[in-house]
T-cell receptor, first 107, second 117 residues
Framework: DAKTTQPTSMDCAEGRAANLPCNHSTISGNEYVYWYRQIHSQGPQYIIHGLKNNETNEMASLIITEDRKSSTLILPHATLRDTAVYYCIEGAQKLVFGQGTRLTINP | GAVVSQHPSWVICKSGTSVKIECRSLDFQATTMFWYRQFPKQSLMLMATSNEGSKATYEQGVEKDKFLINHASLTLSTLTVTSAHPEDSSFYIC?????????????FGSGTRLTVV
């Protein structure tokens, strides 16, 4: 079973930063935090992943708390094309998806 | 970047027939591939994990005789849905993990929509 907890849905205005929280309080030392998103009827798209340090790439930033029990995905300037279901997953040998957060970017 | 190709993207088959779905890693070697299914408005459910050259490991509740998985090379895994029935209609998605997961993580295919009539 999935071990992460995310809000069911969130809204964000276009051009603003979207901050998506995730709780992973049972994460073990060798498990990474992965973020993927899925746009309707497509395969999940990789966004970012991290172990304990904050990470940034061209898509997003990942902020992981010092105790590693939660993290936040930040989309710095959300666009309408960022509307999707976002999944936060803790994993090492395989990825088990939870229900994710349905993020809607509003014009 | 890492690319996983899944084929076909959609298929319609008659009840009782078998359907094969292919998953290929195009620019990297994948020691491990995963198969998921997704019903409408639900999340992805992991069905099985396949390692190149060995038998697949199925998640609890997934019938291994119905969903045959073959992972004959480091770039190809196949899922065969045998004796398909309408309740097998779903979106099937594969994922591949590179030899160096720190660089590629897990890459997903674009999915196969199976409709059994």
């Amino acid at each position: 079973d999935a071990k992460t907890t995310q809000p069911t849905s969130m809204d964000c205005a276009e051009g603003r930063a979207a901050n998506l929280p995730c709780n992973h309080s049972t994460i073990s030392g060798n498990e990474y935090v992965y973020w993927y998103r899925q746009i309707h009827s497509q395969g999940p798209q990789y966004i970012i992943h991290g172990l304990k340090n904050n990470e940034t790439n061209e898509m997003a930033s990942l902020i992981i708390t010092e105790d590693r029990k939660s993290s936040t995905l930040i989309l710095p300037h959300a666009t309408l094309r960022d509307t999707a279901v976002y999944y936060c997953i803790e994993g090492a040998q395989k990825l088990v998806f939870g229900q994710g957060t349905r993020l809607t970017i509003n014009p | 970047g890492a690319v996983v190709s899944q084929h076909p993207s959609w298929v319609i088959c008659k009840s009782g027939t078998s359907v094969k779905i292919e998953c290929r890693s195009l620019d990297f070697q994948a020691t491990t591939m995963f198969w998921y299914r997704q019903f409408p408005k639900q999340s992805l459910m992991l069905m099985a994990t396949s390692n190149e050259g060995s038998k697949a490991t199925y998640e609890q509740g997934v019938e291994k005789d119905k969903f045959l998985i073959n992972h004959a090379s480091l770039t190809l895994s196949t899922l065969t849905v045998t004796s398909a029935h309408p309740e097998d209609s779903s979106f099937y998605i594969c994922s591949a993990r590179a030899l160096d997961p720190l660089n590629y993580g897990y890459t997903f295919g674009s999915g196969t929509r199976l409709t059994v009539v």
